[in-house]
């Protein structure tokens, strides 16, 4: 049997998560079959069928996609799923809110956030914010499957030429109504896929001394992240939290400065490559788990740390 | 309105977890427990529009064992008005627990069920949105400001891109983020005030609902370990590293 991919993308692009849950997915059963919900989404359906894991593409057009609602797209994947061994998504927001409303219509158990594809049936997966891992073996005849995107490397997206064929669409839902996407904006790397990411938590004490993080962040060409606290404090909006009611992160590099560390902001970092603290309570938790540590008042040492950075004549970008 | 929140008890979020060494699971022995924070959200969230005049009868249902009725009880102190435990000894994965759910609905007909977005024990993020299809109910997931209207809600979700809004049509399942709202402390008073509220205790084998788990957790284990770290004298042996030796910028 094969394996179907639920994509997630806003009818014109595909969203860089769905390349990550395309890896995983076709770990699971190299059969990978992806199907698109969308409205005048054609420049979608032809993009998917270039990436060389994907197998075929069930292109359904359709104006009950043009946003994206659970109940509308659960109705047409329930639709096409009875073919399929696996169905698999992203465990980002928006598989999240989408997977267990099909998981349930089918009768089956879901499995969550997979972060490794151990066999067919069996997975590892993290819980209590990642602070144990579980191997878990799904005993239900067809899985569905939620992929952690940053545990696996985004697919290739050329060189492949999948069939792309029409599939039906489903019911459409009359009691929800999408009204907007307030969509935050920003020139910097999106923190969910940025290489370096520098977070500011409750020892920047102000919104105004974000600036000494941003400038950092300009130089190195990162993604600027938060603690819970410095979100709660109100020194920076809530798309910025790193955590586990925020973002997980794995950027190559992760600069923690005047953030203590409490477990729920290591669960959305601490599987970055390198992580460095800057913090001035040298038995702060966050120095546990940082490759390097500088035990410092961080508004002496960031415009330091800036003007060292200037000194280099290259930045990788 | 009627209001039907769910709460779960959980590991307390402030206890730092330890795998057992059999690698059966975590250690749960003499641990401090609590309600599942965002679950604490949903409560509050209920109570205000109960205090809004927007909602006659909030009821709190928690599915576990016998020491689960904590949460409810907790719930009843902070503002709901009855409550009811369905019992259950061990795993129980998300798809009974809405399914539980489903004929607690059936039964009490509430207009809006209410619950935390996500579990922090075992970060399922399931039982709302298995419920909401079970009853084909709409959904709002990760809620983070609800308004209540005639006959409909408008919420405001946390997406990945930001905040989007959607109105859904009561009934309607809704399931809360962190940032809802700040949760309330139980007044003395209210702490025994609600020792005298009602809780219905429920068999979940009395439901029908088969409660068999379908996913073996075949073993649990510690994550793997960072190796310890270094500490730098001064910022510019930091900047040095991060180029030589990790080669990161």
């Known amino acids: 049997m094969s394996s179907l991919l639920i994509a997630e993308h806003n009818n014109k692009e595909v969203k860089p998560f769905t390349l990550n849950a395309i890896t995983a997915a076709s770990q699971i059963d190299p059969d990978l079959h992806v199907l698109v919900l969308g409205h005048n989404s054609e420049t979608v359906a032809k993009s998917i069928s270039e990436i060389p894991n994907v197998k075929k593409v069930i292109h359904v057009d359709n104006e009950i996609y043009n946003n994206y609602i659970a109940e509308n797209f659960t109705s047409a994947v329930v639709k096409h799923a009875e073919n399929y061994s696996h169905i698999i998504c992203s465990a980002n927001t928006f598989g999240k809110n989408l997977m267990p409303r099909i998981a349930a219509l089918l009768d089956i158990s879901q499995v969550s956030d997979i972060i490794k594809v151990i066999s067919a049936d069996t997975f590892l997966r993290p819980i209590y914010a990642g602070n144990a891992f579980a191997t878990v073996k799904s005993n239900d005849a067809k899985k569905c499957i939620t992929i952690r995107p940053t545990s696996f490397e985004p697919a290739e997206t050329s060189g492949g030429s999948a069939e792309i064929v029409k599939g039906d669409a489903g019911e459409q839902s009359n009691h929800t109504k999408f009204i907007k996407k307030e969509e935050i904006k920003s020139d910097r790397p999106e923190l969910g896929t940025a290489r370096i990411v520098i977070s500011g938590g409750r020892g920047m004490q102000s919104g105004e001394n974000f600036k000494l993080i941003q400038d950092v962040a300009d130089k190195l060409n990162a993604a600027i992240g938060a603690s819970r606290a410095a979100v709660d404090a109100g020194y920076i909006t809530n798309d910025h939290q790193v955590g586990q009611t925020g973002k997980v992160v794995v950027p190559d590099l992760y600069i923690a400065v005047g953030i203590s560390g409490a477990i729920q902001h290591l669960a959305g970092m601490k599987e970055s490559k390198i992580i460095v603290a800057i913090n001035k309570d040298g038995e702060a938790p966050i120095f546990s788990v940082a490759d390097y540590g500088l035990e410092a008042d961080l508004f002496d040492a960031l415009p330091k740390f800036l003007a060292e950075l200037n000194k280099l004549n290259t930045i990788q970008k | ?249």
């Open chain 2, 1 to 249: 309105m009627k209001i039907l929140v769910a709460v779960k008890r959980v590991i307390d979020y402030n206890v730092q977890v330890r795998v057992k060494e059999d690698n059966t699971g975590v250690v749960t022995d003499n641990v401090k427990m609590s309600t599942n924070p965002p679950d604490d959200n949903a409560v509050e969230e209920a109570v205000k529009i109960k205090e809004s005049g927007k909602a006659k009868e909030i009821v709190a249902i928690t599915v576990g064992e016998e020491k689960a009725q904590e949460t409810v009880r907790k719930a009843l102190a902070v503002g709901a008005d009855r409550g009811i435990h369905v019992k259950v000894d061990g795993v129980i994965e998300p798809l009974a627990v809405s399914k539980i759910l489903q004929k607690i609905v059936d039964k009490e007909k509430p207009d809006l069920v209410f619950m935390g977005k996500q579990a922090i024990d075992d970060d399922c993020n399931q039982t709302g949105q298995m419920l909401a299809a079970l009853l084909n109910w709409p959904q709002a997931t990760f809620a983070s400001k609800i308004e209540v209207k005639d006959k409909t809600l408008e919420v405001t979700r946390e997406v990945d891109e930001g905040l989007e809004t959607i109105e859904v049509n009561v009934p309607a399942i809704i399931t809360c983020d962190l940032r809802l709202n700040e949760p309330r402390y139980a007044s003395l008073p209210n702490i025994m005030k609600a020792k005298k509220k009602p809780i219905e205790q429920i068999n979940a084998a009395d439901l029908g609902i088969d409660t068999k788990p379908r996913i073996d957790q075949i073993k649990v284990e510690e994550p793997p370990k960072r190796k310890a770290g270094i500490k730098v004298a001064n910022v510019e042996e930091l900047v040095q590293k991060l180029k030589n030796e990790a080669k990161v910028i």
